[in-house]
């Protein structure tokens, strides 16, 4: 992770379930990145910033999925809004990073969001397999990701949790972002929370496997800075 004109990624992706603790780890890594000389910026959903035309996108179509439950927005929509969000994060936040010779870390990108996509989809749709095989291939096609014409600069870090920590991360908020329950109904159950993500973590851990990700474990207790150091480690032996 060196400086411009390195040959080490410089856009780091941390993928994993709900309640992994992506956000916190990618914040930690930003910080000894920094620490360590090197120029870092971490992507935000929430607090967007780039030029106000992209910013505004990421904002009204975070607003959209807030509003989702309510609302109840189909789930090819929101996909489509999820690709939308992402290719504005990239040109507004991204992009511009990489140009500076800086280092991006976002706390989840594309692969997470189509897994929970392709989870909610046999969930709640009604769709015979083959109708969410078809989904599955729509999800994969539907945000392109390019830099230059080469994902060179780009490396997916695994963020490992077991069920529990996910699970006790969820019990602690205050506003719980709804999950659905295996006959599609939305639910902020705990325990559901913990059975969606699992099943999500466990295809993650398959995309991982077969793609030779660096698998970082997180729990509960363990020390935000041990973790970014071990992202570190992992990122340059890739």
Not at 224 to 229: D, E, G, H, K, P
Request: charged share 25%; with cysteine.
């Amino acid at each position: 992770m060196a400086g411009p004109g390195s040959d080490s990624p410089r856009f780091v992706v941390l993928e994993g379930a709900d309640g992994s603790g992506k956000t916190a780890v990618a914040t930690s890594l930003c910080e000894e990145l920094r620490a360590r000389g090197q120029t870092a910026v971490c992507v935000s959903r929430v607090n967007p910033s780039g030029r106000a035309a992209y910013a505004s996108v990421v904002a009204g179509i975070g607003q959209m999925f807030r509003a989702a439950d309510e609302a109840g927005t189909p789930l090819h929509l929101l996909a489509l809004g999820a690709a939308v969000q992402h290719a504005a994060i990239f040109e507004s936040q991204v992009r511009p990073a990489l140009d500076d010779g800086a280092c991006a870390v976002a706390d989840s990108w594309w692969t997470k969001t189509r897994v929970r996509f392709s989870v909610e989809a046999r969930r709640c749709t009604g769709w015979h397999e083959a109708g969410c095989q078809r989904f599955d291939r729509w999800l994969d096609g539907l945000f392109l990701f390019s830099y230059d014409g080469s994902e060179a600069d780009v490396v997916n870090v695994l963020i490992d949790t077991s069920e529990e920590d996910r699970v006790g991360w969820y019990r602690s908020l205050r506003e719980r972002q709804a999950v659905y329950d295996r006959h599609g109904a939305p639910t902020r159950d705990p325990a559901e929370f913990g059975k969606f993500t699992e099943e999500m973590q466990r295809r993650l851990r398959a995309i991982a496997s077969r793609s030779r990700w660096p698998r970082v474990e997180n729990r509960d207790g363990k020390d935000l800075l041990c973790t970014a150091r071990e992202i570190l480690a992992a990122v340059r032996c890739t």
